[in-house]
């Protein structure tokens, strides 16, 4: 499967930021501006590396070494250029030790530094590459920049930190993550919009997505700070998780102070949180986390299990006697994500129940029967119909993380063991860095 996306992507959207495998041409979203950075390239080539896919990785690396150039005139999504490109730089110079990967990764992080120039240090949004002027999106509550985002992009500065000996990345997360922590958290967790400019919430809504709590949980357990994610997960499971009159363990979404029993793709991930979150937390603790993440990651296969197509929804319900079911036209399509997966992979390798294999090996068969197009991958608008109509998209992050997480379920546990590796938002593996153990350049020394 990697190799049909690979190679699609190859002859039809070489260069391009993603592939649209049914037109055989390439593709772009305004998260990467109007110019041709190579995106599928970029996130794929670490995936490409641990399949030990040596030809592909190598053409990969040279069209970097000798085409990718940041000093272009483009607006991009500062979160996302950070978990996808300068992730699968780090992770590409990590796993391979080619300083190119490195040289350029520190490159792009240069262009994101002036998104911090505002007036509290929180990052707008999204910054043009060669004018260095932020600005935030217009759909996100007055003006704010979004939680998910500018809370994911600790691991990757301190990495740059870590390589450069530079103290301006590790500064600048650190005084983000300074900031959250004097901030009053309604219900114990985060609000998902906060104004740049003056420093306060917006809209009060609370989505657990991906990026803010897994990186939470990550950035404090290896600076030996298990205090505050060890809170976040009690406060998620008081105000966020409930079960539905058919037993199913869901995450709910808070809005204007009422709790939605809807459950997003995206959340999915949490089974995986929660089961990492198991492995670090006190004993009295652990078997009921590793428990709860069992019981989210078997919400998420019957999200999938309740499709004509085997593959999961958008979003899916949990009220008028419809459970884990996508009722919206808009909530009913599946564009290859992986989060459902990446819960799959964690569980396997806590718990090696045969259950969790044999769940990605569903997923594996429906990807490949539904979405797999004679120009490589493609989402499907409704996983609900025998005969879905294709969106023409092959995302980036299909290569980056839904097959790099499918290939690590069916892979042994010292391929990227977890205690010396972490995977970012974009299922990029960095080693651990031991932060009690370092003093890394612009930081205090840890205290003892």
Same mark, same amino acid.
């Given at each position: 499967?990697?190799?049909?996306?690979?190679?699609?992507?190859?002859?039809?959207?070489?260069?391009?930021?993603?592939?649209?495998?049914?037109?055989?041409?390439?593709?772009?979203?305004?998260?990467?501006?109007?110019?041709?950075?190579?995106?599928?390239?970029?996130?794929?080539?670490?995936?490409?590396?641990?399949?030990?896919?040596?030809?592909?990785?190598?053409?990969?690396?040279?069209?970097?070494?000798?085409?990718?150039?940041?000093?272009?005139?483009?607006?991009?999504?500062?979160?996302?250029?950070?978990?996808?490109?300068?992730?699968?730089?780090?992770?590409?110079?990590?796993?391979?030790?080619?300083?190119?990967f490195k040289l350029k990764a520190v490159q792009l992080a240069?262009?994101?530094?002036?998104?911090?120039?505002?007036?509290?240090?929180?990052?707008?949004?999204?910054?043009?590459?060669?004018?260095?002027?932020?600005?935030?999106?217009?759909?996100?509550?007055?003006?704010?920049?979004?939680?998910?985002?500018?809370?994911?992009?600790?691991?990757?500065?301190?990495?740059?930190?870590?390589?450069?000996?530079?103290?301006?990345?590790?500064?600048?997360?650190?005084?983000?993550?300074?900031?959250?922590?004097?901030?009053?958290?309604?219900?114990?967790?985060?609000?998902?919009?906060?104004?740049?400019?003056?420093?306060?919430?917006?809209q009060r809504m609370l989505l657990l997505k991906t990026s803010?709590?897994?990186?939470?949980?990550?950035?404090?357990?290896?600076?030996?700070?298990?205090?505050?994610?060890?809170?976040?997960?009690?406060?998620?499971?008081?105000?966020?998780?409930?079960?539905?009159?058919?037993?199913?363990?869901?995450?709910?979404?808070?809005?204007?102070?009422?709790?939605?029993?809807?459950?997003?793709?995206?959340?999915?991930?949490?089974?995986?949180? /929660?089961?990492?979150? #198991?492995?670090?937390? %006190?004993?009295?603790?652990? =078997?009921?986390?590793?428990?709860? &993440?069992? *019981?989210? !990651?078997?919400?998420?296969?019957?999200?999938?299990?309740?499709?004509?197509?085997?593959?999961?929804?958008?979003?899916?319900?949990?009220?008028?006697?419809?459970?884990?079911?996508?009722?919206?036209?808009?909530?009913?399509?599946?564009?290859?994500?992986?989060?459902?997966?990446?819960?799959?992979?964690?569980?396997?390798?806590?718990?090696?129940?045969?259950?969790?294999?044999?769940?990605?090996w569903e997923a594996v068969q429906a990807i490949d029967k539904?979405?797999?197009?004679?120009?490589?991958?493609?989402?499907?608008?409704?996983?609900?119909?025998?005969?879905?109509?294709?969106?023409?998209?092959?995302?980036?992050?299909?290569?980056?993380?839904?097959?790099?997480?499918?290939?690590?379920?069916?892979?042994?546990?010292?391929?990227?063991?977890?205690?010396?590796?972490? /995977?970012?938002?974009? #299922?990029?593996?960095? %080693?651990?860095?031991?932060? =009690?153990?370092?003093?890394?350049? &612009?930081? *205090?020394? !840890?205290?003892?």
């Open positions: 499967m990697m190799k049909h996306a690979w190679d699609s992507y190859r002859q039809y959207g070489w260069g391009h930021n993603e592939l649209k495998p049914i037109a055989k041409k390439g593709h772009s979203t305004n998260i990467f501006g109007s110019s041709q950075l190579g995106a599928t390239i970029v996130d794929a080539v670490d995936t490409l590396y641990i399949m030990g896919l040596h030809e592909e990785f190598k053409d990969g690396q040279e069209w970097i070494e000798q085409n990718l150039d940041f000093s272009v005139n483009a607006e991009v999504s500062v979160f996302e250029v950070n978990i996808r490109f300068i992730g699968g730089l780090l992770a590409a110079y990590y796993l391979s030790g080619q300083e190119v240069e262009k994101l530094l002036p998104a911090f120039n505002t007036p509290t240090g929180i990052p707008w949004a999204m910054v043009n590459l060669k004018s260095g002027v932020g600005r935030n999106w217009g759909w996100a509550s007055a003006g704010s920049s979004i939680l998910a985002e500018f809370g994911t992009l600790h691991m990757e500065f301190v990495h740059l930190t870590y390589l450069t000996g530079n103290p301006a990345y590790y500064q600048k997360v650190m005084h983000i993550r300074k900031l959250l922590a004097k901030m009053d958290r309604p219900n114990g967790l985060y609000p998902n919009y906060l104004n740049p400019r003056t420093g306060r919430w917006g803010c709590y897994i990186l939470l949980f990550w950035v404090f357990i290896f600076s030996e700070m298990l205090t505050l994610p060890i809170r976040a997960f009690a406060a998620i499971e008081r105000h966020l998780v409930r079960k539905s009159n058919g037993g199913l363990t869901f995450i709910g979404e808070w809005k204007n102070g009422h709790l939605e029993r809807k459950m997003g793709h995206l959340a999915c991930f949490a089974g995986g949180m /929660f089961a990492l979150g #198991a492995d670090g937390s %006190p004993d009295d603790k652990a =078997g009921h986390y590793l428990q709860l &993440g069992a *019981e989210i !990651a078997h919400t998420c296969h019957e999200s999938y299990d309740r499709t004509v197509l085997k593959l999961g929804p958008e979003a899916f319900k949990f009220d008028s006697g419809l459970e884990a079911v996508a009722v919206r036209q808009n909530e009913k399509y599946y564009i290859l994500r992986p989060e459902v997966i990446e819960t799959y992979w964690y569980m396997w390798r806590f718990t090696h129940d045969p259950k969790y294999r044999q769940w990605g539904y979405c797999r197009v004679s120009g490589g991958f493609s989402g499907v608008k409704d996983v609900y119909s025998s005969n879905p109509t294709y969106d023409d998209v092959q995302q980036s992050f299909f290569l980056a993380e839904t097959l790099k997480y499918l290939y690590l379920l069916f892979s042994s546990d010292d391929l990227l063991p977890l205690e010396n590796w972490v /995977f970012n938002t974009e #299922a990029h593996p960095l %080693p651990v860095l031991h932060l =009690g153990n370092i003093t890394l350049p &612009g930081s *205090e020394p !840890a205290q003892r």
